[in-house]
């Protein structure tokens, strides 16, 4: 079984740039999560999609972030402008259904803004 | 935010101990907790997971202590090798009707197993 794919692996930018992080789900998984890992810290939940609509953005920095969800299976990621503190891991991840399904995650995409 | 506190930042065991990181929640509707395994450049892993029903769960060499008077619980590895250096990721979640996901992970534990 393929895992979730994601591009690119890294990307530097300077600030104010934008950005966009690209992922694919595991087949037949219709929820999808991006993630946002600070180095030290634990994932932060950015937005969830259950097949092509969004089920929860409440963390996601509406004014800088935005995700959408093609037909229910691919998804990308964009920032614009990016902040100095935008720096971080983005990871995707995706579960079958419901919250406690397991979730699999992507390599994740290495964000540095200077 | 921050809803999962876990401890230790960092461990260092030698190989055959065991391994322990204490995880705590706040939240009393968390009702799904999971523990998550990263390697370098890798996503987490689910390694093993409970639900509050039960204080023990054993899955090979890795089991999870649940106390939920305490709101409090643990991951224990036995015999720990050093294929299991990484860092671990406590989490707690709550199944809500409508689907959301309100994943809260800790900052995460390093674990290194010395050979």
């Known amino acids: 079984e393929a895992g979730v794919a994601q591009s690119p692996r890294y990307k530097i930018i300077e600030k104010r740039q934008s950005v966009a992080f690209w992922c694919n789900p595991i087949?037949?998984?219709?929820?999808l999560y991006w993630y946002q890992q600070i180095l030290g810290q634990g994932p932060k939940l950015l937005i969830q999609?259950?097949?092509?609509?969004?089920?929860?953005d409440s963390q996601l920095p509406k004014d800088r972030f935005s995700a959408e969800r093609l037909k229910g299976v691919d998804s990308t990621l964009k920032i614009q402008p990016a902040k100095l503190e935008d720096s971080a891991v983005y990871l995707c991840a995706s579960s079958l259904a419901g919250v406690t399904d397991t979730q699999y995650f992507g390599p994740g995409t290495r964000l540095t803004v200077l | 935010q921050q809803q999962v506190k876990q401890s230790p930042q960092s461990l260092i065991v030698q190989k055959g101990g065991i391994s322990i990181i204490n995880c705590a929640y706040e939240n009393t509707a968390f009702d799904y907790f999971p523990w998550y395994q990263q390697f370098p450049g890798k996503g987490p892993a689910l390694l093993i997971a409970i639900r509050p029903d039960v204080s023990e769960k054993k899955e090979g060499r890795f089991t999870i202590s649940f106390n939920k008077s305490a709101k409090q619980f643990s991951l224990h590895i036995m015999d720990s090798q050093p294929g299991d250096s990484a860092t671990y990721f406590c989490?707690?979640?709550?199944?809500?009707?409508?689907?959301?996901?309100?994943?809260?992970f800790g900052a995460g534990t390093r674990l290194t197993v010395k050979p």
């Open positions: 087949s037949g998984h219709a929820t």
């Open positions: 999609f259950q097949n092509n609509g969004v089920v929860d």
């Open positions: 989490a707690a979640t709550h199944e809500r009707g409508d689907n959301n996901n309100d994943m809260r």
